[in-house]
């Protein structure tokens, strides 16, 4: 197959370029990201020793840029990571999330449908289901839930795959969703929950947690959401939504506190702050469906991928200081400025 993989500078699209290279060495990726804040080109610094992968820099909300590509590439395929996925960021500034979480999506669908591909796949998230009760851990989310969004990232993601189900049915698109549970692992973006406390804990800085910490999230292991969405696009029905889950639940005060106790810092080192605007206090993730049509089950244990996340933390710290410092922006430019690169940005 050859795949277009959107957002793959990002955490879990990255993850997913490596997992595929690895899985089906014979398959092509190309890489389509727009390299924002978020998109971090030293992340890909390995597969693009493979000659089995192909880097461009390019916006899925711009049309022409998308078509020119399909054009020339012609894929099989197509798995949308890109997103904007920082839910405090979507309440201070909903337009963008709007512009690369729907009109992206809405560019790649009839990019999809005008050069033809064998398989859409959309990487949601269980925040469209909104939250569940702490008080009730019988409950879960499961694919026939009701959207029930809670914040503008979430919305822009329900609107992003209600518009994913319209292709399929309106226009016979060969699609699938898929819907997970909170990541973790490699590569993680240090403004989220894990890495930013991993990091701020080696450096003996407060560890802000929001409110009173019992707001629970399921959590996978990124290399096991990989694995799911690699199944998926492969043999999953066409049309239909996966929920890929851990069976990992957790208190974000006790994430917080395993951290520290890896480290070997003392828990004095959280601090509560105020809490996010609208803030979900629960979610969990019933993956049976997937379980029961592709036989897909978590490996990874939350023990144990914690300890192999801050592993991985401690032995690349030049990575995520490159972010830290803006370093990592400079990357791009330097490694691309006297080579003739494929650009479809402007």
Same mark, same amino acid.
């Given at each position: 197959?050859?795949?277009?993989?959107?957002?793959g500078?990002?955490?879990?699209?990255?993850?997913?370029?490596?997992?595929e290279?690895?899985k089906?060495?014979?398959?092509?990726?190309?890489?389509?990201?727009?390299?924002?804040?978020?998109?971090?080109?030293e992340?890909?610094?390995?597969?693009?020793?493979?000659?089995?992968f192909?880097?461009?820099k390019?916006?899925? *909300?711009?049309?022409?840029?998308?078509?020119? &590509?399909?054009?020339?590439?012609?894929?099989?395929?197509?798995?949308?990571? *890109?997103a904007?996925?920082h839910?405090?960021?979507?309440?201070?500034?909903?337009?963008?999330?709007?512009?690369?979480?729907?009109i992206?999506?809405?560019?790649? !669908?009839?990019?999809?449908?005008?050069?033809?591909?064998?398989?859409?796949?959309?990487?949601?998230?269980?925040?469209?289901?909104?939250? &569940?009760? !702490?008080?009730?851990?019988?409950?879960?989310? @499961?694919?026939?839930?009701?959207?029930?969004?809670?914040s503008?990232?979430?919305?822009?993601?329900?609107?992003a795959? !209600?518009?994913?189900?319209a292709?399929?049915?309106?226009?016979? $698109?060969?699609?699938? /969703?898929?819907?997970?549970?909170?990541?973790?692992?490699?590569?993680?973006?240090?403004?989220? !929950?894990?890495?930013?406390?991993? /990091?701020?804990?080696?450096?003996?800085?407060? $560890?802000?947690?929001?409110?009173?910490?019992?707001?629970?999230?399921?959590?996978?292991?990124v290399?096991?959401?990989?694995?799911?969405?690699? $199944?998926? /696009?492969? =043999?999953?029905?066409?049309?239909?939504?996966?929920?890929?889950?851990?069976?990992?639940?957790?208190?974000n005060?006790?994430?917080?506190?395993?951290?520290?106790?890896?480290?070997?810092?003392?828990?004095?080192?959280?601090?509560?702050? @105020?809490?996010?605007?609208?803030?979900d206090?629960r979610?969990?993730?019933?993956?049976? =469906?997937?379980?029961?049509?592709?036989?897909?089950?978590?490996?990874?244990?939350?023990?144990?991928?914690?300890?192999k996340?801050?592993?991985?933390? &401690?032995e690349?710290q030049?990575?995520?200081?490159?972010?830290?410092s803006?370093?990592?922006q400079?990357?791009?430019?330097?490694?691309?400025?006297?080579?003739?690169?494929?650009?479809?940005?402007?």
């Amino acid at each position: 197959m050859k795949i277009i993989v959107t957002g793959g500078a990002g955490f879990i699209g990255s993850n997913f370029v490596y997992y595929e290279l690895a899985k089906h060495p014979e398959d092509e990726i190309i890489c389509l990201d727009a390299l924002t804040y978020a998109g971090n080109l030293e992340t890909l610094a390995d597969a693009e020793k493979n000659p089995q992968f192909t880097f461009v820099k390019g916006d899925i *909300a711009n049309r022409q840029a998308v078509y020119r &590509l399909f054009e020339r590439v012609k894929p099989d395929g197509v798995v949308n990571f *890109a997103a904007e996925s920082h839910v405090d960021r979507s309440i201070e500034n909903p337009e963008i999330f709007l512009q690369t979480n729907v009109i992206g999506t809405s560019v790649l !669908l009839d990019a999809c449908r005008k050069y033809g591909i064998q398989r859409y796949h959309q990487v949601s998230t269980d925040e469209v289901y909104g939250d &569940l009760p !702490l008080d009730r851990p019988d409950l879960f989310f @499961t694919e026939d839930t009701p959207l029930h969004t809670s914040s503008p990232y979430s919305v822009s993601k329900a609107s992003a795959d !209600l518009l994913v189900q319209a292709y399929h049915r309106t226009y016979k $698109l060969p699609v699938t /969703i898929s819907r997970c549970s909170n990541n973790y692992g490699p590569y993680h973006f240090p403004e989220k !929950l894990i890495p930013l406390m991993i /990091i701020n804990a080696l450096s003996d800085k407060k $560890l802000p947690v929001y409110g009173d910490g019992k707001n629970v999230r399921d959590w996978l292991y990124v290399e096991d959401h990989c694995a799911a969405i690699d $199944l998926i /696009i492969r =043999k999953g029905r066409e049309g239909e939504v996966y929920n890929i889950g851990g069976h990992n639940e957790r208190a974000n005060i006790d994430v917080v506190k395993t951290i520290l106790h890896e480290l070997g810092k003392p828990e004095s080192l959280i601090e509560h702050a @105020t809490d996010r605007k609208g803030h979900d206090r629960r979610y969990a993730i019933d993956p049976t =469906k997937i379980h029961n049509e592709l036989g897909w089950l978590p490996q990874t244990k939350f023990e144990d991928g914690i300890k192999k996340t801050v592993k991985w933390y &401690l032995e690349h710290q030049d990575w995520w200081k490159h972010i830290i410092s803006g370093a990592y922006q400079e990357y791009y430019h330097d490694m691309y400025s006297k080579k003739n690169v494929l650009e479809y940005a402007k």
